[in-house]
């Protein structure tokens, strides 16, 4: 009897862990004080975790809009103004800082449209020349355009909705147009990606009195503000021309492409303005 004492409990000590041997504590707080991972915690989870994604760009609009409708479009005589500044007879001078456009006339005059011009960043200066004149132009979007605007088209035709207007005179080989415009409220103001806009009535006029070739200088502003006056019929004729059934017919043949590209295009105006320190979308 004292012999099978002696063995269960020689058995008792050999089954317990040393260290709970050693302290006198059972084998789960041994257990407990080693931290060891229960079998549960070992098990893997069941689940993913997602990862993160960013939010889809939606997709472009159709790549083909339609510009509406193309009715005829009266031209408009805009006011003659007394214009002393050096620049020829039959060029184009636009005042940027002014919003004014200036189709120069013998006797230093000139006549006087309101226009919009290119918005801080893309405006610029220089010496083009009119390489085409286009009726009711169709409207190719840039694709950092369509990128900040997933609603404009690839190609929108010419007509009342498109933002070309009812005529547009290209200059030199650049991406730059002085053309008609449906938004009305944006004319005197800083709006525009370098362009210039004015008036539907307004640029069927200036097209009709302007040909292929003509010059247009842009300038910040003029040595002396013009002021409105009549035009004294002694200092040489007015330009006429016979109102056209439709802008269409004011298209002449494109001349050849211009050697020289001496304004600054879409792009290079872009990225200057985006380097720019004060420039909040940096």
């Known amino acids: 009897m004292r012999q099978g004492r002696i063995a269960l409990c020689c058995f008792l000590l050999t089954g317990l862990p040393q260290t709970a041997i050693a302290q006198g504590w059972p084998s789960w707080a041994d257990d407990a004080f080693q931290r060891r991972p229960s079998p549960r915690s070992e098990r893997p989870y069941s689940w993913d975790v997602p990862e993160r994604q960013e939010p889809a760009r939606p997709p472009y609009a159709n790549a083909l809009q339609d510009g509406g409708g193309r009715p005829d479009i009266a031209p408009r005589t805009p006011p003659v103004v007394t214009f002393s500044a050096a620049f020829p007879a039959r060029s184009i001078v636009i005042a940027t800082s002014a919003r004014k456009l200036y189709f120069v006339l013998d006797g230093n005059r000139a006549y ?64 730059y147009r002085i053309h008609g415009t449906n938004d ?10 370098g362009c210039f806009r004015m008036l539907n009535a307004d640029v069927v006029h200036l097209a009709s009195i302007t040909e292929i070739g003509t010059t247009v200088s842009v300038v ?63």
């Open 220 to 282: 910040d502003s003029l040595p002396a503000a013009p002021e409105v006056s009549r035009a004294p019929e002694s200092r040489g004729p007015t330009p006429e021309y016979t109102p056209p059934r439709s802008p269409a017919s004011l298209v002449d043949s494109p001349a050849e492409p211009l050697p020289t590209q001496r304004a600054r295009d879409y792009q290079t105006l872009r990225d200057e303005t985006l380097r720019r320190p004060s420039n909040p979308y940096r």
């Open 112 to 175: 006087e449209y309101e226009i919009s011009v290119g918005r801080e960043g893309f405006n610029w200066t220089g010496v083009e020349a009119v390489s085409r004149k286009q009726a009711w132009p169709d409207w190719h979007p840039p694709a950092e355009m369509r990128d900040r605007d997933p609603n404009l088209p690839e190609k929108m035709t010419g007509g009342l909705r498109n933002p070309l207007g009812a005529i547009a005179l290209y200059l030199g080989n650049t991406l």
């Open 184 to 193: 009305v409220k944006s004319i005197g103001h800083a709006q525009s990606s």
